[in-house]
């Protein structure tokens, strides 16, 4: 629509015709073609992965237990919309070479006058046989006030059950407030966009949980997000869900992860984040985000928890880079390298974003494990 509305209003201010009618048909089959091969596949691929995720053995198994197995199986349609995207784009460079070409054969009229047929008179009773939507269409006022009485039902509904959340959740005594740091690290985890590959809602189907909480097969209660600003629910799943993901790797799984996805998943289509590996994490704003938190949402953190958020955060911080140089050491000696080559200009590896990342990911999923075999503490 939009470039139908460029092609019939640029020759009328330029006073000419289309430089060519040609191009602009094939815009027209470049840009169909774009959408078919865009959408289609995009259908194939949902439905293909789909029901890959709902296999099981006879043995109750999942058959694609490893998520990079429906991930590789539907890379040919990632192509396929790859190749949409080309040709939808190669018809918008035509247009533009078009409208540019025209523009430069016109002559560009302003200010021209023009005038229309003056609107006749209508009453605003009624008339026989017509419609009562098309009647009310033509009386602004009465128009007006039903919309708004609409909205504002409509407004009432979505809002006032809200306001009322606290009442309507059950609260989890084992779910608490993210540490200083693992606000921190949700901060970067938006900021990348890692929520619009992963989703962290898992639901209640048997595969679901099976996959994304084998061992305790639990789907996501309401309790969890409780203390989440914004929630990260999502629906796209290129990634896997990660509401279960603390604990399930080593910190030092999660550092390679970032820094090279197909070092520790072979195939993966994550892209990298090295720069998450040499950013100094900024923490001026940390303090003011804890008590943010507990002012305006209620979040239950002390005084002495908020006036110390920098200590908490700190001895945080020591102890995964702590396992991380257990884990793997050749990390630690890369960073002992960089710190004699760098100098006074080193950043120690505590103070770096990648490590505020890594204690959210180890954090997501893990008060629920606490309630899996008792039943949940309600406060």
Same mark, same amino acid.
């Given at each position: 629509?939009?470039?139908?509305v460029?092609? $019939?209003?640029?020759?009328?201010? =330029?006073?000419?015709?289309? =430089?060519?009618?040609?191009?602009?048909? =094939?815009?027209?089959?470049?840009?169909?073609?774009?959408?078919?091969?865009?959408?289609?596949?995009?259908?194939?691929?949902?439905?293909?992965?789909?029901?890959?995720?709902?296999?099981?053995?006879?043995?109750?198994?999942?058959?694609?237990?490893?998520?990079?197995?429906?991930?590789?199986?539907?890379?040919?349609?990632?192509?396929?919309?790859?190749?949409?995207?080309?040709?939808?784009?190669?018809?918008?460079?035509?247009?533009?070479?078009?409208?540019?070409?025209?523009?430069?054969? @016109?002559?560009?009229?302003?200010?021209?006058?023009t005038?229309?047929?003056?609107?006749?008179?209508v @009453?605003?009773?009624?008339?026989?046989?017509?419609?009562?939507?098309?009647?009310?269409?033509?009386?602004?006022?009465?128009?007006?006030?039903?919309?708004f009485?609409?909205?504002?039902?409509?407004?009432?509904v979505?809002?006032?059950?809200? !306001?009322?959340?606290?009442? &309507?959740?059950?609260? !989890?005594?084992?779910?608490?407030?993210y540490?200083?740091?693992?606000?921190?690290?949700?901060?970067?985890?938006?900021?990348?966009g890692?929520?619009s590959?992963?989703?962290?809602?898992?639901?209640?189907?048997?595969?679901e949980v099976? #996959?994304?909480?084998?061992?305790?097969?639990? $789907?996501?209660?309401?309790?969890?997000?409780?203390?989440?600003?914004?929630?990260?629910?999502?629906?796209?799943?290129? @990634?896997?869900?990660?509401?279960?993901?603390? +604990?399930?790797?080593?910190?030092? =799984?999660?550092?390679?992860?970032?820094?090279?996805?197909r070092?520790?998943?072979?195939?993966?289509?994550?892209? #990298?984040?090295?720069w998450?590996?040499?950013?100094?994490?900024? #923490?001026?704003?940390?303090?003011?985000?804890?008590?943010?938190?507990?002012?305006?949402?209620?979040?239950?953190?002390?005084?002495?928890?908020?006036?110390?958020?920098? +200590?908490?955060?700190? &001895? +945080?911080?020591?102890?995964?880079v702590?396992?991380?140089?257990?884990?793997?050491?050749?990390?630690?000696? +890369?960073?002992?390298?960089?710190?004699?080559?760098k100098?006074?200009?080193?950043?120690?590896?505590?103070?770096?974003?990648?490590?505020?990342?890594?204690? $959210?990911?180890?954090?997501?999923?893990?008060?629920?494990?606490?309630?899996?075999?008792?039943?949940?503490?309600?406060k």
């Open positions: 629509m939009a470039f139908g460029i092609y $019939y209003l640029v020759p009328v201010m =330029w006073r000419t015709k289309i =430089w060519s009618p040609k191009l602009a048909n =094939w815009h027209f089959w470049l840009g169909t073609l774009g959408i078919i091969f865009y959408a289609v596949p995009m259908y194939i691929a949902g439905f293909t992965q789909g029901l890959m995720w709902k296999q099981f053995n006879p043995d109750g198994t999942l058959v694609y237990k490893n998520w990079l197995d429906t991930v590789t199986a539907i890379l040919p349609y990632f192509k396929m919309r790859f190749l949409g995207g080309l040709f939808y784009l190669g018809g918008a460079v035509l247009m533009v070479i078009n409208v540019y070409k025209t523009i430069k054969f @016109g002559s560009f009229q302003k200010d021209v006058p005038e229309a047929a003056a609107l006749a008179k @009453g605003t009773s009624r008339r026989q046989g017509e419609g009562w939507h098309v009647w009310l269409e033509r009386t602004p006022h009465l128009l007006s006030i039903f919309a009485v609409a909205i504002a039902i409509g407004g009432l979505e809002i006032v059950p809200t !306001l009322t959340i606290k009442s &309507n959740v059950t609260q !989890l005594s084992s779910v608490k407030p540490s200083p740091l693992e606000l921190e690290g949700r901060d970067l985890y938006v900021r990348e890692c929520n590959c992963h989703s962290q809602m898992i639901r209640p189907f048997r595969d099976m #996959r994304f909480d084998g061992k305790n097969g639990q $789907y996501s209660k309401a309790g969890e997000f409780i203390y989440d600003r914004p929630f990260l629910w999502g629906s796209k799943r290129t @990634g896997p869900d990660l509401q279960r993901e603390g +604990q399930k790797n080593p910190d030092s =799984w999660h550092f390679k992860h970032m820094y090279n996805p070092i520790t998943s072979a195939g993966s289509i994550m892209p #990298r984040f090295p998450l590996i040499t950013n100094k994490l900024d #923490r001026t704003q940390m303090t003011a985000k804890v008590r943010l938190m507990k002012n305006t949402f209620d979040v239950p953190y002390t005084k002495a928890e908020i006036d110390s958020a920098d +200590q908490w955060a700190d &001895n +945080q911080s020591k102890a995964i702590k396992r991380i140089y257990s884990e793997a050491t050749d990390l630690k000696d +890369q960073m002992e390298k960089e710190r004699s080559s100098g006074n200009a080193f950043v120690p590896l505590e103070d770096r974003e990648i490590i505020a990342l890594i204690a $959210y990911l180890q954090r997501l999923g893990t008060d629920i494990r606490t309630t899996a075999v008792k039943t949940a503490s309600i």
